[in-house]
């Protein structure tokens, strides 16, 4: 008997295809009838080298990657990718970076660290919206703009993308890769931890532009540097060999369900539905405003607080699980990464509808 699924609304590491659980759960004992795991055969077998190449083949198709982008996954997550950003890309020692919530501000407080930081968005503590473009403050000799396309934590999603053609647009997509079609030509860097959205944690995917893999410097740090992970196909050292496969099923699977096109309509589709149900509703509350209101992470509070507790601990009862919002905003927050079906969507407006009738 198979055990019983929850509709898993975490953050990351979040919830997996359930084509993708039961193929891994197939080839675990025996890969490609090779007789050993995945996980205990050499990097640099053929049966992993295969499938090295065809993730990063059929990601260049998913995504419409043009020839001049290469694709590196590293170890670290994104918090890596924090320090690695400015250690590799930095000439002038100098960038921008957009402050739209928790996450950007992370990214900023670690390059802080190692160079010249200009936050060039206006203050804005609420992170409940993202200011116009044109009130940006860029800096004259900025070696990137930094932004963080989807904010996991405030719930605020870029839905345009500030044109950039001086400096390059770099851009940490760890919570929104691959959830609709996306323009990598707009982009010099794009990374993400693949935890959400690409497979399990272990796993970092960088895009970035060839002619700033050349910026990396000589005297980095082999294993922080762009330009010898490259050089190596991303094999360094010893890759996290499980996680790789496993966003290799991935990919896979977004392709079988209309690439980004179908995911981009379904994600648009799920978001809409959640957002309908707490706008009409008197009980339930989302502070985002309307243009840039999340499709992957949508926070929410109950207006009278003393029930969200109740509320989380009824609705994990029904298998509507990892609902709590994060610390530092409170409430609740559901996402509806790619694996989530519309019918965990729709269990949770169900019970939301209940939960209120009850207490409303
Ligand atoms: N950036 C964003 C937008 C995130 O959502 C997260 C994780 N939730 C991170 C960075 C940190 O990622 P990691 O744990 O892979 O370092």
């Not at 995911?263 to 149900?277: F, P, Q, S, T, V």
């Amino acid at each position: 008997m198979l055990p019983q699924r929850a509709y898993n609304f975490s953050p990351g590491p979040a919830t997996l295809p359930m084509e993708v659980l039961q193929q891994v759960q197939q080839e675990l004992l025996s890969f490609k009838n090779c007789g050993a795991s995945i996980m205990e055969i050499s990097h640099r077998s053929r049966e992993f080298s295969t499938l090295a190449e065809q993730s990063i083949a059929r990601l260049r198709r998913l995504m419409n990657i043009p020839s001049n982008y290469e694709i590196l996954f590293m170890q670290g997550g994104a918090t890596g990718q924090f320090s690695l950003v400015p250690m590799n890309l930095t000439v002038h020692g100098k960038a921008d970076y957009a402050n739209t919530g928790y996450w950007s501000d992370k990214a900023i407080q670690a390059a802080t660290k190692l160079i010249d930081v200009n936050r060039c968005t206006p203050d804005n503590r609420t992170y409940t919206s993202i200011s116009k473009f044109d009130q940006w403050q860029l800096s004259p000799h900025a070696d990137y703009l930094h932004i963080t396309p989807n904010e996991t934590i405030h719930g605020v999603e870029f839905f345009e993308f500030p044109n950039s053609s001086e400096v390059p647009l770099v851009a940490d997509m760890s919570s929104t890769i691959c959830s609709r079609p996306l323009e990598v030509s707009r982009f010099g860097l794009l990374y993400a931890g693949a935890q959400k959205n690409l497979g399990p944690s272990g796993i970092t995917l960088i895009i970035i532009r060839q002619d700033l893999l050349a910026r990396s410097s000589s005297d980095l740090p082999r294993m922080f540097s762009y330009r010898e992970m490259h050089a190596h196909d991303s094999m360094l050292n010893t890759p996290p060999v499980f996680a790789w496969y496993v966003l290799s099923l991935v990919l896979e699977w977004i392709e079988q369900q209309g690439g980004l096109v179908g995911m981009g309509e379904r994600n648009a589709h799920k978001a809409a539905l959640l957002y309908a149900a707490i706008d009409d509703s008197d009980f339930y509350h989302n502070a985002v405003a309307h243009d840039c209101r999340s499709w992957m992470n949508i926070p929410f509070s109950l207006v009278d607080t003393r029930y969200e507790a109740d509320f989380l601990r009824l609705a994990a009862a029904e298998g509507l699980r990892n609902l709590k919002g994060h610390r530092a905003v409170g409430g609740m927050r559901a996402s509806l990464y790619n694996a989530m079906p519309v019918a965990g969507v729709q269990a949770l407006i169900e019970y939301m509808r209940e939960f209120e009738r009850r207490r409303g």
